[in-house]
């Protein structure tokens, strides 16, 4: 498979949360004013780390750079609850930044929650399909400029959990899962839709991911996020307490 890999990957160590989110920040604003031909098509993440990163990028200073005209943003995956729900990716992701932008409301694609998850993923790849211009993912034309993911404690990302079918999907772009570890049907991306991306970056906080990180970056197979590749580059942003096992091995 071309493209790089999490074991191949670039690893970024910053001081703390807030230098990951604010580098983050301004690579994105660099990548989007970079491109100037064609949307720039962005998957975004949940957590903690996102939640500092919106609030920045929604700020007015930055806000005003960004090119949000040409901008699509769309979701690696979220729970699939309704858009008023707690647990939504969207609603956080709405209330720190959409709303604050000038994103053309037709330029935001949250994960539908309105039938099953399997009839709300192949919606939500329709969608994809249509602003790709194909039901095809064809090497060397990217689905995405940048896919933003985190990891869970269990080696999850996005919501390709431990167990589940999913993660044997070699066709769908989006596919549903029902982790057996964590609450709520998930909608995600799956492993052929991230991989068709010029950039993806892992952002990861917190000595509690120290161990989760190093096995993933000596490529344990056992872990979903183990095998996460991209067409362009594999970036890891993360903090000193994250990289603490890294600098140890």
């Known amino acids: 498979m071309s ?3 999490v074991t191949s990957a670039r690893v970024v160590v910053l001081e703390d949360g807030e230098a990951v989110a604010q580098k983050m920040a301004q690579w994105l604003l660099d990548q989007a ?3 100037t031909e064609g949307p720039f098509v962005v ?3 949940g957590g903690s780390t996102p939640k500092r990163l919106f609030k920045i990028m929604a700020e007015p200073a930055y806000a005003s750079k960004f090119p949000w005209r040409r901008t699509h943003i769309f979701f690696g995956d979220d729970r699939h609850v309704p858009f008023t729900h707690e647990d939504s990716n969207y609603r956080m992701t709405d209330e720190l930044l959409l709303e604050h932008v000038d994103l053309p409301a037709e330029n935001a694609h949250p994960i539908p929650a309105d039938g099953t998850a399997e009839q709300d993923a192949i919606w939500y790849q329709s969608a994809l399909q249509d602003l790709y211009g194909s039901h095809h993912l064809t090497p060397g034309k990217p689905l995405f400029d940048v896919v ?3 990891m869970g404690p269990d080696g999850h990302t996005a919501s390709l959990f431990p167990r589940q079918p999913i993660l044997q999907e070699k066709t769908k772009w989006v596919a549903a899962c029902t982790p057996d570890n964590a609450p709520h049907d998930r909608v995600s991306l799956t492993y052929p839709a991230i991989h068709s991306s010029r950039n993806v970056v892992f952002l990861i906080e917190g000595a509690g991911k120290a ?3 190093a096995r993933v970056r000596s490529g344990d197979e056992s ?3 183990s095998h996460i590749t991209s067409e362009g580059e594999v970036v890891f942003l993360v903090d000193k307490a ?4 890294l600098q140890n091995g």
Not at 242 to 245: H, I, L, S
């Open 148 to 150: 933003m993911l985190g």
């Open 211 to 213: 161990e989760m990180l």
């Open 33 to 35: 004013l970079a491109k």
């Open 43 to 45: 998957a975004l993440s």
């Open 242 to 245: 994250a990289a603490g096992e």
């Open 223 to 225: 872990l979903p996020a």
């Open 3 to 5: 493209g790089h890999d």
